[in-house]
């Protein structure tokens, strides 16, 4: 089995979201031997934002691309390919002012290619990236999965659409939640780990 591990946090070992996608991959290695973990560290190597000569790159046939523009698609191909060769992505999302780090959003923008990840039918939307799970890690410093605070969640909610977009269906949420917050803190990552195992188990059967 092939892992794909997205790294968003810049934290390091400081990072929830980083400490609770290494359980899940650990996890996953545990029921399944001999797998692979490749692993794509925005915070350290990140891709280009779009803009104007990235997006004409992509917009231009292969075979009629200059160098410069050869170069620009190349990004985008490279994050295809790996999430095309993976059966299990792992996507650590820290919670940054409601939403998600700059660097998953630039990671985002090229993996979703017309013709390439999705396509209209009919004026509708098909997703071309099928048969793969996706396990979303996210870390926030308050309560998001509940409360008052729930509506100002635009982390799992878009994370969902936009991987449902392009064909990711099979998704599930992970939370590590409160860790900024006194008495929760110190057990979040724990209470995540628990809410984790009954769906790796089902996973591995």
Not at 24 to 36: A, N, W, Y
Not at 53 to 67: C, E, I, M, V
Not at 119 to 134: A, F, M, R, S
Not at 140 to 152: K, L, R, T, V
């Amino acid at each position: 089995m092939n892992i794909l591990n997205i790294v968003s946090s810049p934290r390091g070992d400081q990072s929830f979201s980083i400490k609770l996608a290494d359980a899940i991959i650990g996890k996953l290695l545990e029921d399944t031997p001999g797998s692979t973990v490749t692993t794509r560290d925005l915070a350290t190597n990140p891709f280009p934002h779009l803009e104007a000569a990235k997006l004409q790159s992509l917009f231009t046939p292969a075979p009629d691309r200059t160098p410069e523009q050869q170069l620009a698609a190349k990004h985008s191909d490279d994050a295809i390919a790996e999430v095309q060769a993976a059966d299990i992505i792992v996507i650590g999302a820290p919670l940054y002012n409601f939403g998600i780090p700059s660097v998953l959003k630039a990671w985002i923008d090229h993996i979703c290619r017309a013709g390439i990840t999705f396509k209209y039918v009919n004026g509708q939307p098909q997703g071309l990236v099928t048969g793969k799970k996706v396990y979303i890690a996210m870390a926030s410093g308050g309560i998001y999965s509940e409360g008052p605070a729930a509506s100002n969640d635009f982390v799992a909610p878009y994370l969902q659409a936009v991987l449902s977009f392009i064909g990711l269906t099979d998704v599930t949420v992970v939370r590590v939640e409160g860790v900024s917050i006194p008495g929760l803190q110190d057990t979040a990552l724990a209470k995540a780990l628990a809410t984790l195992q009954p769906e790796l188990a089902d996973e591995a059967i």
